[in-house]
């Protein structure tokens, strides 16, 4: 999982000609895990669990003409759980 998006916005509302320009990177990995044991004959138990971790870079540059560019740097880090599950399972 990975994006890259670049956004310029001008303001012409202002005196001065404003870009604002704003740049977006994005990373992420998922992994899972499942394990089935079988306690007795014909009968399972089973479990699955996953995890997401994801990185995201954000840049903002405000600009005007004969002003002071401004920059901006964010960034984010999230760690998430997936769809996680228990089960009994009796085989006939």
Partial sequence: MGTWTRRKVENPTSFATVTTEARTLALGIEA???LEWFPVERVSVGGHAGL???QAWVRNTTSAVGLTTQVQN???TTVATLQS???VRFYF
């Fill in 32 to 34: 899972a895990l499942g």
């Fill in 52 to 54: 997401r971790v994801s």
């Fill in 74 to 76: 964010q960034h984010q």
């Fill in 85 to 87: 599950g228990l089960e």
